[in-house]
């Protein structure tokens, strides 16, 4: 795997192997004469990883550096460096650990380029799922190898990951021995690694063949007398591989597999039939074998006597109105668009007789060529995967300029609302096979009709244009065939582009819904279609956000307050209370704006997420919560708290991470789980009955709000530098903007400067309360000040990114809140002096400083309002439980008057504030940040008063225990109060809203 040293020295110990070895090179002398003469003696066949078996990490570097703007080949560079000492080298054999060496490599990679490079990235990408994927060439390779009885190896220069497992990201049952450097301490070009190799093989050098695609390692594996092949791309290497071996190592026909039971074909009638049709008197066997792709019409490949043909015929079964019509597809379409020039597949016959297989079918010519099944195309360059999608787009420009007329196509289907129609047979369609009610489809069918484009050409359209319905050219970028014509007609071409981009917004892992399955994946299709039908769904709330941020402002926005109810019961799917007493009503179309004032009423993918968030807290946060507790009142508070490690690791593992970006700023789900602000603040206000969830689930302040700036603001490569190790949690960060000696709610008060020399700004300021600053994990502070005092008073301020290790930064004290320390983050002051950052760490640009801080704070200021109604949620279930077991003056607290008429204002308290959150948060949803910004001034006002009132009675209910730490209560109330601060003190809030009402009456 990945770069191998350039050095090899023997060690001394293995010298009594000498004579072993000269053994081993004559006898590789006898091997390669006589598998010059065409036989093989070959037992064996040793695969390298990285460039072999999974992409090269050099083809990796490559492409990420031209992504990141980092000097080409400095990757590269690094790897080298100091050959045997240097940290490549020690890494991959085992000798340091993993943040050891990025640290290290990080800081050899940013000497070299003269830049910061976020090599962290790097290694996230390398050893990620989607690059790290087998070529399937080589997988079919490796069976085939084995199948003929040869044993097969893995020699890899591979690395340890943080919990102590090695990457390794193959299926070890391909191999009969797996030899890994940094298990073994030696790497390859080492002949004491291929001299261990050979020992488990119990094989001689001559007997074996080894794959790489580095000139020094095979040097090395040469010299010991192992035949070897260079890896310059897998297809090419699997084909020298089989001339050495005498045998094929890819099935005859690619894409088929023996006939599946259930799609059997009467072969004794098809044969005569063929006979009939092609005059064939021989009496030699028909071979018949299914195409393993695709879910429509199934597909044979037939070989008889020296015809090979392929059919393809309409499945068994009730199939749904006009679908799978093999008798059009073949009579009109393809005889006519081959006369107009696009490539379609050569027509022999049809058949409309169903007594011969059981169905009507047709006959083609089979076109030996490649179909990419994978629409990432792996182990192709980038350049290849460009040539292979420009001509797919070339043949889909050729499809859409046939001329109707002369290719006699002009009644082929209906001129004109082409898309209306489609829409209304999907719709049928999805009727006649509904078996349950999916949510996001019966908006989609109220959504869709009232959102259609209006068509402008009229062409021939395919109707299920996809990568995997084209057959290329073996050798070069070149579509020999369209395939699949069943779903054509005449229609608008733009439908077709759309559906060739669907792939890039499916998980690879995900078959696409079309028709009457046939294949394998059948069943498990059936379970993605609730899936697909939100993902259209994400479309249309996309589409949503776009309109709204086209629309010229021109006059305040008249909103309806009129909230829906989603389905709701006296209980939630977790048992908890429903909150609210309005009665059970149909779910409201969300192109109408729904309002979920329930979790009970949320779709059915984030329900679902609610209900697992909801179990994890119960059986992990929950009863963690004295350990972490105790931890903060520990010696080393200041270090974070290995539970809540372990924690993160678990939500990790459960897909309950990073929730918190709004679709609207990660409408493509890049970062985040793709959720709306409504749908959030349940989930948020779940975490809120914890003060440690936020951090377990990656979403706590403040780093969520600088995540979200860095979506929102960052260039490339400020995510790449800072976003990614935020999101993967191996870093925190803080928000510095606050100032002792002004009063900092108004951003255009800060005084600390930041003044240009060279290629960096110079930062010099005094901070306080900079949350998160004390945690070691702290790497980024994103800073705020001004780049220019004489500007107007909104364009003086600046943010800059600004590394915690830059020289200059001092940490003068913690400061606590109630006495508490909130540690290991706390709330710091910091003085910046003379602190150096480079230019490229300005954000959005000199003067956006009011702008960014007014986008983060949105978001911020309804996420703290979330918390704080789970704050006070928890607070008053305490209580309740505490009133009912407590008896004072004779009789239970539960019983006294004023206990009584307490916990009845806190729940109506908690219910006002949280429907105003939701209304907030639909607002922002619908509308967009600015339009909400007097509901999200309203809530800040309402929720830290409401919580403070509420955990205030929680408290008093407990008597003195209420003020202890034995409870959460102490530290709720902590924070509620200082919340009264966090985003502009109440004051600032109030006057927003006394200004924007007295502006509304106006």
């Not at 979330?866 to 607070?875: K, N, Q, T, V, Y």
């Given at each position: 795997?990945?770069?191998?040293?350039?050095?090899?020295?023997?060690?001394?110990?293995?010298?009594?192997?000498?004579?072993f070895?000269?053994?081993?090179?004559s006898?590789?002398?006898?091997?390669?004469?006589?598998t010059?003469?065409?036989?093989?003696?070959?037992?064996?066949?040793?695969?390298?990883?990285?460039?072999?078996?999974?992409?090269?990490?050099?083809?990796?570097?490559?492409?990420?550096?031209?992504?990141?703007?980092?000097?080409?080949?400095?990757?590269?560079?690094?790897?080298?460096?100091?050959?045997?000492?240097?940290?490549?080298?020690?890494?991959?054999?085992?000798?340091?650990?993993?943040?050891?060496?990025?640290?290290?490599?990080?800081?050899?990679?940013?000497?070299?380029?003269?830049?910061?490079?976020?090599?962290?990235?790097?290694?996230?990408?390398?050893?990620?799922?989607?690059?790290?994927?087998?070529?399937?060439?080589?997988?079919?390779?490796?069976?085939?190898?084995?199948?003929?009885?040869?044993?097969?190896a893995?020699?890899?220069?591979?690395?340890?990951?943080?919990?102590?497992?090695?990457?390794?990201?193959?299926?070890?049952?391909?191999?009969?021995?797996?030899?890994?450097s940094?298990?073994?301490g030696?790497?390859?070009?080492?002949?004491?690694?291929?001299?261990?190799?050979?020992?488990?093989?119990?094989?001689?050098?001559?007997?074996?063949?080894?794959?790489?695609?580095?000139?020094?390692?095979?040097?090395?594996?040469?010299?010991?007398?192992?035949?070897?092949?260079?890896?310059?791309?897998?297809?090419?290497?699997?084909?020298?591989?089989?001339?050495?071996?005498?045998?094929?190592?890819?099935?005859?026909?690619?894409?088929?597999?023996?006939?599946?039971?259930?799609?059997?074909?009467?072969?004794?009638?098809?044969?005569?039939?063929?006979?009939?049709?092609?005059?064939?008197?021989?009496?030699?066997?028909?071979?018949?074998?299914?195409?393993?792709?695709?879910?429509?019409?199934?597909?044979?490949?037939?070989?008889?006597?020296?015809?090979?043909?392929?059919?393809?015929?309409?499945?068994?079964?009730?199939?749904l109105?006009?679908?799978?019509?093999?008798?059009?597809?073949?009579s009109?379409?393809?005889?006519?668009?081959?006369?107009?020039?696009?490539?379609?597949?050569?027509?022999?016959?049809?058949?409309?007789?169903?007594?011969?297989?059981?169905?009507?079918?047709?006959?083609?010519?089979?076109?030996?060529?490649?179909?990419?099944?994978?629409?990432?195309?792996?182990?192709?360059?980038?350049?290849?995967?460009?040539?292979?999608?420009?001509?797919?787009?070339?043949?889909?420009?050729?499809?859409?300029?046939?001329?109707?007329?002369?290719?006699?196509l002009?009644?082929?289907?209906?001129?004109?609302?082409?898309?209306?129609?489609?829409?209304?047979?999907?719709?049928?369609?999805?009727?006649?096979?509904?078996?349950?009610?999916?949510?996001?489809?019966?908006?989609?069918?109220?959504?869709?009709?009232?959102?259609?484009?209006?068509?402008?050409?009229?062409?021939?359209?395919?109707?299920?244009?996809?990568?995997?319905?084209?057959?290329?050219?073996p050798?070069?970028?070149?579509?020999?065939?369209?395939?699949?014509?069943?779903?054509?007609?005449?229609?608008?071409?733009?439908?077709?582009?759309?559906?060739?981009?669907?792939?890039?917004?499916?998980p690879?892992?995900?078959p696409?819904?079309?028709?009457?399955?046939?294949?394998?994946?059948?069943?498990?299709?059936?379970?993605?279609?609730?899936?697909?039908?939100?993902?259209?769904?994400?479309?249309?709330?996309?589409?949503?956000?776009?309109?709204?941020?086209?629309?010229?402002?021109?006059?305040?926005?008249?909103?309806?307050?009129?909230?829906?109810?989603?389905?709701?019961?006296?209980?939630?799917?977790?048992?908890?209370?429903?909150?609210?007493?309005?009665?059970?009503a149909?779910?409201?179309?969300?192109?109408?704006?729904?309002?979920?004032?329930?979790?009970?009423?949320?779709?059915?993918?984030?329900?679902?997420?609610?209900?697992?968030?909801?179990?994890f807290?119960?059986?992990?946060?929950?009863?963690a919560?004295?350990?972490?507790?105790?931890?903060?009142?520990?010696?080393?508070?200041?270090?974070?708290?290995?539970?809540?490690?372990?924690?993160?690791?678990?939500?990790?593992?459960?897909?309950?991470?990073?929730?918190?970006?709004?679709?609207?700023?990660?409408?493509?789900?890049?970062?985040?789980?793709?959720?709306?602000?409504?749908?959030?603040?349940?989930l948020?206000?779940?975490?809120?009955?914890?003060?440690?969830?936020?951090?377990?689930?990656?979403?706590?302040?403040?780093?969520?709000?600088?995540?979200?700036?860095?979506?929102?603001?960052?260039?490339?490569?400020?995510?790449?530098?800072?976003?990614?190790?935020?999101?993967?949690?191996?870093?925190?960060?803080?928000?510095?903007?606050?100032?002792?000696?002004?009063?900092?709610?108004?951003?255009?008060?800060?005084?600390?400067?930041?003044?240009?020399?060279?290629?960096?700004?110079?930062?010099?300021?005094?901070?306080?309360?900079?949350?998160?600053?004390?945690?070691?994990?702290?790497?980024?502070?994103?800073?705020?000040?001004?780049?220019?005092?004489?500007?107007?008073?909104?364009?003086?301020?600046?943010?800059?990114?600004?590394?915690?290790?830059?020289?200059?930064?001092?940490?003068i004290?913690?400061?606590?809140?109630?006495?508490?320390?909130?540690?290991?983050?706390?709330?710091?002051?910091?003085?910046?002096?003379?602190?150096?950052?480079?230019?490229?760490?300005?954000?959005?640009?000199?003067?956006?400083?009011?702008?960014?801080?007014?986008?983060?704070?949105?978001?911020?200021?309804?996420h703290?309002c979330?918390?704080?109604?789970?704050?006070?949620?928890?607070?008053?279930?305490?209580?309740?439980?505490?009133?009912?077991?407590?008896?004072?003056?004779?009789?239970?607290?539960?019983?006294?008057?004023?206990?009584?008429?307490?916990?009845?204002?806190?729940?109506?308290?908690?219910?006002?504030?949280?429907?105003?959150?939701?209304?907030?948060a639909?607002?922002?949803?619908?509308?967009?940040?600015?339009?909400?910004?007097?509901?999200?001034?309203?809530?800040?006002?309402v929720?830290?008063?409401?919580?403070?009132?509420?955990?205030?009675?929680?408290?008093?209910?407990?008597?003195?225990?209420?003020?202890?730490?034995?409870?959460?209560?102490?530290?709720?109330?902590?924070?509620?109060?200082?919340?009264?601060?966090?985003?502009?003190?109440?004051?600032?809030?109030?006057a927003?809203?006394?200004?924007?009402?007295?502006?509304?009456?106006?």
């Amino acid at each position: 795997m990945c770069i191998r040293r350039l050095l090899q020295c023997p060690p001394l110990q293995w010298a009594r192997r000498a004579a072993f070895l000269k053994h081993f090179q004559s006898d590789h002398q006898e091997t390669h004469r006589w598998t010059h003469f065409g036989g093989s003696t070959y037992r064996a066949v040793i695969f390298d990883m990285g460039g072999v078996l999974i992409p090269s990490p050099a083809g990796v570097a490559a492409e990420w550096e031209i992504q990141n703007h980092i000097p080409s080949g400095t990757i590269m560079k690094a790897f080298k460096e100091g050959g045997e000492n240097g940290p490549w080298m020690r890494f991959i054999r085992g000798e340091i650990k993993v943040q050891d060496f990025l640290q290290e490599f990080g800081r050899l990679c940013s000497e070299m380029s003269k830049t910061s490079v976020p090599v962290d990235s790097f290694f996230s990408l390398v050893t990620s799922e989607q690059v790290s994927k087998q070529f399937p060439v080589m997988t079919e390779a490796i069976t085939q190898i084995r199948a003929k009885g040869l044993r097969t190896a893995v020699l890899s220069n591979n690395f340890y990951f943080p919990e102590g497992r090695s990457f390794l990201p193959l299926d070890r049952k391909q191999f009969d021995v797996v030899v890994e450097s940094c298990l073994e301490g030696i790497c390859k070009p080492d002949p004491r690694i291929y001299q261990l190799c050979l020992e488990r093989l119990g094989l001689q050098p001559s007997e074996s063949i080894f794959l790489d695609d580095l000139g020094p390692n095979l040097k090395a594996a040469a010299s010991l007398g192992i035949h070897t092949i260079k890896v310059r791309d897998p297809e090419t290497a699997v084909k020298e591989l089989e001339a050495l071996l005498g045998f094929t190592l890819r099935a005859s026909i690619p894409n088929t597999r023996p006939v599946r039971k259930t799609m059997e074909i009467p072969k004794e009638s098809l044969e005569k039939y063929l006979k009939d049709l092609l005059g064939i008197q021989t009496t030699g066997p028909l071979e018949l074998l299914q195409f393993d792709h695709g879910q429509s019409n199934p597909t044979y490949y037939i070989r008889l006597a020296n015809h090979q043909l392929v059919l393809r015929k309409k499945p068994p079964g009730a199939l749904l109105p006009s679908a799978h019509a093999v008798e059009r597809e073949f009579s009109r379409i393809m005889k006519a668009l081959a006369k107009a020039g696009v490539p379609v597949p050569n027509v022999v016959d049809l058949c409309e007789d169903s007594s011969v297989i059981g169905t009507p079918f047709y006959l083609m010519e089979y076109c030996p060529g490649l179909i990419y099944k994978d629409p990432s195309l792996p182990g192709l360059e980038p350049s290849q995967r460009r040539a292979i999608y420009t001509a797919m787009n070339r043949v889909l420009c050729k499809i859409h300029s046939v001329d109707l007329q002369a290719a006699g196509l002009e009644d082929y289907g209906k001129h004109g609302d082409y898309i209306p129609r489609q829409v209304q047979t999907w719709i049928k369609q999805y009727r006649a096979s509904e078996t349950s009610t999916i949510l996001a489809m019966e908006r989609l069918i109220e959504w869709l009709p009232l959102h259609l484009p209006h068509q402008q050409r009229t062409t021939v359209v395919h109707g299920d244009f996809r990568l995997d319905n084209l057959l290329f050219h073996p050798e070069k970028p070149e579509v020999l065939a369209v395939l699949d014509w069943e779903l054509s007609t005449l229609g608008d071409p733009l439908a077709d582009v759309a559906y060739s981009c669907m792939a890039h917004y499916l998980p690879s892992s995900c078959p696409v819904l079309r028709g009457q399955a046939s294949s394998a994946t059948a069943e498990q299709t059936g379970k993605l279609t609730e899936f697909m039908f939100n993902l259209a769904w994400d479309f249309a709330v996309k589409e949503g956000f776009r309109v709204f941020k086209e629309m010229p402002v021109t006059k305040p926005l008249t909103r309806s307050y009129h909230a829906w109810a989603g389905p709701q019961s006296p209980l939630s799917p977790t048992g908890t209370r429903s909150y609210s007493s309005i009665p059970e009503a149909s779910p409201a179309p969300a192109s109408k704006g729904a309002l979920v004032i329930s979790p009970g009423g949320l779709r059915p993918p984030v329900r679902e997420l609610y209900e697992r968030l909801d179990r994890f807290m119960k059986q992990r946060v929950y009863p963690a919560e004295p350990e972490l507790q105790s931890h903060q009142a520990a010696e080393d508070r200041w270090r974070p708290a290995p539970l809540i490690e372990d924690l993160k690791e678990k939500a990790k593992a459960e897909g309950l991470w990073n929730l918190f970006l709004p679709l609207e700023t990660d409408p493509e789900k890049k970062y985040g789980a793709g959720l709306t602000n409504v749908e959030y603040a349940h989930l948020c206000e779940l975490m809120g009955t914890s003060l440690y969830a936020p951090e377990i689930f990656n979403c706590s302040a403040p780093d969520t709000g600088n995540m979200e700036l860095l979506v929102r603001y960052g260039t490339e490569e400020q995510k790449a530098r800072w976003l990614t190790p935020l999101l993967e949690g191996r870093a925190r960060s803080c928000f510095a903007m606050t100032e002792p000696q002004v009063a900092s709610s108004d951003a255009t008060n800060i005084e600390a400067s930041i003044r240009e020399e060279d290629r960096f700004y110079v930062i010099n300021g005094h901070k306080w309360w900079i949350t998160g600053v004390l945690d070691p994990r702290c790497q980024l502070c994103v800073f705020m000040g001004k780049t220019d005092p004489h500007a107007p008073s909104h364009q003086q301020q600046s943010v800059l990114l600004v590394p915690m290790d830059t020289p200059g930064i001092k940490i003068i004290r913690p400061l606590t809140v109630y006495g508490l320390e909130d540690a290991p983050g706390g709330h710091g002051e910091i003085r910046f002096e003379h602190v150096r950052v480079p230019k490229e760490n300005m954000v959005l640009g000199r003067g956006r400083g009011f702008e960014i801080a007014q986008g983060r704070l949105g978001p911020g200021r309804i996420h703290h309002c979330m918390r704080l109604i789970g704050f006070s949620e928890r607070a008053l279930a305490l209580m309740k439980a505490r009133v009912k077991s407590r008896v004072a003056f004779g009789k239970p607290l539960v019983e006294q008057g004023t206990v009584l008429a307490d916990i009845a204002q806190s729940r109506v308290e908690i219910e006002q504030a949280r429907l105003l959150v939701l209304k907030a948060a639909h607002l922002m949803d619908v509308a967009g940040n600015k339009a909400a910004a007097l509901d999200i001034a309203m809530i800040k006002m309402v929720a830290p008063s409401m919580a403070c009132h509420v955990i205030d009675r929680a408290i008093q209910a407990f008597g003195a225990a209420g003020l202890s730490s034995d409870y959460p209560l102490a530290q709720f109330f902590a924070w509620a109060r200082a919340l009264r601060f966090a985003d502009g003190p109440d004051e600032v809030h109030r006057a927003t809203v006394a200004k924007m009402e007295l502006k509304h009456r106006t």
